[in-house]
Nanobody
Framework: QVQLVESGGGLVQAGGSLRLSCAAS????????MGWYRQAPGKQRELVATITTGGITNYADSVKGRFAISRDNAKNTVNLQMNSLKPEDTAVYYC??????????WGQGTQVTVSS
């Protein structure tokens, strides 16, 4: 089993910044991809950004140039630096760890609220 613990959500004004962190523990297998997804009220969960153990990143078009994902493979942590936040970034952000087959784990989620 894998446990993912997120931190860093909160309330920020538009144009501000937040940093989300996620720490994974348990049976961690490599290679894998860690990342962030988000779900706004009434909407489906969507990709924000992912990063592989090899450092390959993938971003949603809506956050390119504003968000930056990074990871520490030795510590099994992933961070999401969010700059120039917009009200439409308001959502619950979920950490994800994914590998081959059914190896797919989610955190509990952390609320990010951006006020206009």
């Amino acid at each position: 089993q894998v446990q993912l613990v997120e931190s860093g959500g909160g309330l920020v004004q538009a144009g501000g910044s937040l940093r989300l962190s996620c720490a994974a523990s348990g049976m961690i297998f490599s290679p894998n991809a860690m990342g962030w997804y988000r779900q706004a009220p009434g909407k489906q969960r969507e990709l924000v950004a992912t990063i592989t153990t090899g450092g390959i990143t993938n971003y949603a078009d809506s956050v390119k140039g504003r968000f930056a994902i990074s990871r520490d493979n030795a510590k099994n942590t992933v961070n999401l630096q969010m700059n120039s936040l917009k009200p439409e970034d308001t959502a619950v952000y979920y950490c994800n760890l994914r590998g081959y087959g059914p190896y797919d784990y989610w955190g509990q989620g952390t609320q990010v609220t951006v006020s206009s």
